[in-house]
């Protein structure tokens, strides 16, 4: 089955740095790859995704990046602000017809005054 | 449109006593899948289901634990005689039918403590 690593799992930055998080899968048939950030005692929200016909996609401060030659892809926040503190979670499926995730086991993100 | 809704957020069971997790999936959503976090650790799936039918329990535990989508109400989760290792945060999500099947949102879940 598939298995997605995710590094680093903690990652303590200035506000307004950038911070990127990593992953990678090791099932070449998974085509859709989510990012979740959730928050102490609250829910996973979904804040970005890609699919494999695609090598890049932003949303304002959020970027996601896709290698699927290397099997690779990355979550990119810039600027990033307190508020942004939160574990993210990345995963990966196959999405054939349906959806089973395999996620990631997180990085905390500290992002300090 | 409510999100997905759980119920109870809380729950305490002693050990050997029955716990019941339902889930409602957000109006339109026909997908419901439940995963469990551990403390500190990733989601885990668990159960894939569609109304009336289980298409995925792979992730389960062969024993104690069942998963129902019924035609009318919630989803349930059943842990039959929890024992400690059972507590943890679970939680659902549900996806729409078509396109968007893959886009899983997920409920505030249900954190299991066992005593």
């Known amino acids: 089955g598939e298995n997605v690593e995710q590094h680093p799992s903690t990652l303590s930055v200035q506000e307004g740095d950038s911070a990127v998080i990593k992953c990678t899968y090791s099932?070449?048939?998974?085509?859709?790859f989510p990012w979740y950030k959730q928050e102490l005692g609250k829910r996973p929200q979904l804040i970005i995704d890609?699919?494999?016909?695609?090598g890049e996609k932003k949303d304002q401060r959020i970027a996601v990046t896709l290698n699927k030659t290397a099997k690779h892809f990355s979550l990119h926040i810039t600027e990033t602000q307190p508020e942004d503190s939160a574990v993210y979670f990345c995963?990966?499926?196959?999405?054939?017809?349906?959806?089973?995730?395999?996620f990631g086991k997180g990085t905390m993100l500290l992002v300090s005054p | 449109n409510a999100g997905v809704m759980q119920n109870p957020r809380h729950l305490v069971r002693r050990r050997g006593q029955e716990a019941r997790l339902r889930c409602s999936p957000m109006?339109?959503?026909?997908?419901v899948y439940w995963y469990r976090q551990l403390p500190e650790e990733g989601l885990k799936f668990m159960v894939y289901?569609?109304?009336?039918?289980?298409?995925?329990e792979s992730g389960m535990p062969k024993e104690r634990f069942s998963a129902e989508f019924p035609k009318e109400g919630p989803s349930i989760l059943r842990i039959q005689q929890v024992v400690r290792g059972d507590s943890a945060a679970y939680f659902c999500?549900?996806?729409?039918?078509?396109?968007?099947?893959?886009?899983?949102?997920f409920g505030p879940g249900t954190r299991l403590t066992v005593t």
């Open positions: 999500a549900s996806s729409p039918p078509g396109l968007a099947v893959d886009e899983q949102y």
């Open positions: 099932d070449s048939a998974s085509n859709y």
């Open positions: 890609i699919r494999s016909n695609v």
């Open positions: 995963a990966a499926s196959i999405g054939t017809g349906y959806s089973t995730l395999t």
């Open positions: 109006k339109g959503h026909s997908h």
């Open positions: 289901l569609q109304k009336e039918n289980i298409i995925d």
